[in-house]
């Protein structure tokens, strides 16, 4: 896990196509310590955080990202006071209705992943308008995880290939990776490339867990009011400069920048 940018960069117009993350996801953390930095409360670090998913969602379709992922709400974080659980949820009510223009004219597809309890059903009608009008959009397909927990979907998939196994339907002995792949929210989407933390946490805090095993991490020290598409190009530039093995080993003539250089 790199936190800082040490390598060879290069420019991510010189970057070729295929060095780029085709799913960036993002734990976009930092919001109430920014406020409180500032002299405000929490809140308005949540605030200040939607510029910065605008800003983000629109270089991702600007540079034909296929997926990001964004984590704006955790089964955990319901542990949080109720001013500020309801504060969030008129937030994403809010974001629903007034990017929808914004989103149908980037061409972005809008998904959901999560469990739906807790969300108000107001919340949620505004969520599957955007979900249903955009669903034929062919650019980038923003993800955003909302009551989202790595745990809670693999009990979720465990118990719905538990059924199929019960009725018949599947058994014991065929299930696979791609099983239990087909069984989590993320079922059809690729596993993230690239995953960004703000804040400098270096943790996962329940994202993604099976999805993030070949995920490069790249963590920032700034807050997420403060990410920007200039930030967002830093990690791609140093996405681009890693030596992905995935357990093997560097391939002949690999273009990553920053393989270790010990020849054998
Ligand atoms: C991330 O910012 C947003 C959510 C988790 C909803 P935080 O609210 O966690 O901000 P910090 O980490 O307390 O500064
Ligand atoms: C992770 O941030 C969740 C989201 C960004 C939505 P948290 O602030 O909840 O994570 P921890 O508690 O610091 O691990
Ligand atoms: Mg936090």
Redesign the pocket.
Known sequence: MSKTATTARHPIEEIPRDRFPKHIAVI???????AQRQGLP?IE??RR?VHSVRATVEECARLKIDQLTLY???SE?WKRPQHELDF?MHLLEQYMIEERATIMKQNVRVKIIGRRDGIPDQVQREMDKTIELSTANTGTTLCLAINYGGRAEMVDAVQCIAEGVQQGRLKAEDITEATIAEHLYTRGMPDPDLMIRT?GEMRISNFLLWQVSYSELWVTDL??PEFREETLRDAIENFASRDRRFGGLTKPGSSGVDACSSGD
Do not use: F, K, P
Not at 28 to 34: I, L, Q, Y
């Open positions: 976009m953390d930092g919001n109430g310590r920014w929490r670090g949540h955080g704006c709400l955790s974080n969030l804040a807050c997420w």
